[in-house]
T-cell receptor, first 108, second 113 residues
Framework: KNEVEQSPQNLTAQEGEFITINCSYS?????LHWLQQHPGGGIVSLFM???GKKKHGRLIATINIQEKHSSLHITASHPRDSAVYIC??????????FGQGTRLTINP | NAGVTQTPKFRILKIGQSMTLQCAQD?????MYWYRQDPGMGLKLIYY???????DKGEVPNGYNVSRSTTEDFPLRLELAAPSQTSVYFC????????????FGPGTRLTVT
């Protein structure tokens, strides 16, 4: 069974800080997803990666397949980055297993 | 493109009532999914479809039914609503399965009392 664990569950930081959110999964995967859930509830896909690193603006996602671990980093954090960040990994052909999410709050 | 749309946004049902949650996408995606999100829990897959006319159960299908008569639409039917079905429901689609970018609808918040 593929379990997905995120840490921390909650994170509060000051504007400008470097943020790291971690995701560990228990079985080998073809791709890992990072999603952002806005305070209003909508979910958007941030990254999908199967190796190495991806960067989009101030967001960077890395994955280590051997260690079954991925991280999401936010540089120069801003209050608008406040959201729940969710990682998800495939299990079988059509199922994504989701982590419980990390609630990030950035204070001005 | 509107992406993935869901209606209604909110609904309150009495125990035993039935309803259909609507989901539509205009990206010509074959793969569509229904998830539920309970407080403090990760999203759980209810049903999924790999194309028109093809549907299959996910992790938590009991109390729900789906149909997929067109590529665009993937409605979720709740029969005999129960308080345990109080949740936020998300519809999602992707080009070719779970190893591709997932596009989510805005969600439907359902309360069963």
């Amino acid at each position: 069974k593929n379990e997905v664990e995120q840490s921390p569950q909650n994170l509060t930081a000051q504007e400008g800080e470097f943020i790291t959110i971690n995701c560990s999964y228990s079985v080998g995967i073809s791709a890992l997803h990072w999603l952002q859930q806005h305070p209003g509830g909508g979910i958007v896909s941030l990254f999908m990666l199967s190796s190495g690193k991806k960067k989009h603006g101030r967001l960077i996602a890395t994955i280590n397949i051997q260690e079954k671990h991925s991280s999401l980093h936010i540089t120069a954090s801003h209050p608008r980055d406040s959201a729940v960040y969710i990682c998800a990994s495939p299990q079988g052909a059509q199922k994504l297993v989701f982590g419980q999410g990390t609630r990030l709050t950035i204070n001005p | 493109n509107a992406g993935v749309t869901q209606t209604p946004k909110f609904r309150i049902l009495k125990i035993g009532q039935s309803m259909t949650l609507q989901c539509a996408q205009d990206m010509n995606h074959n793969y569509m999914y229904w998830y539920r999100q309970d407080p403090g829990m990760g999203l759980k897959l209810i049903y999924y479809s790999v194309g028109a006319g093809i549907t299959d159960k996910g992790e938590v299908p009991n109390g729900y039914n789906v149909s997929r008569s067109t590529t665009e639409d993937f409605p979720l039917r709740l029969e005999l609503a129960a308080p345990s079905q109080t949740s936020v429901y998300f519809c999602a689609s992707s080009y070719s399965g779970i190893s591709y970018e997932q596009y989510f609808g805005p969600g439907t918040r359902l309360t069963v009392t």
